[in-house]
């Protein structure tokens, strides 16, 4: 999953939660996040922009932590 931006992503279905681990080693919680997209996140190519495009400034987000 070679990406600039980000360094990993887990999703948690039973709780509809997106969390990316962003190279900066800022971690994100996205709620409410439908299956699909995290799918389409999964088979995009190029992750970052698929972030940008489909997930960032569209779905609530609590900052987790840094590592």
Do not use: C, W
Request: charged share 25%; net charge positive.
């Amino acid at each position: 999953m070679p990406s600039s931006v980000i360094r990993a992503y887990y999703y948690d279905g039973l709780h509809a939660v997106l969390r990316i681990v962003f190279m900066s080693g800022a971690i994100y919680d996205y709620e409410a996040v439908p299956e699909a997209i995290y799918r389409a996140m999964k088979n995009a190519s190029s992750k970052g922009t698929y972030f940008n495009k489909a997930i960032k400034d569209k779905f609530r987000f609590t900052r987790y932590q840094d590592k």
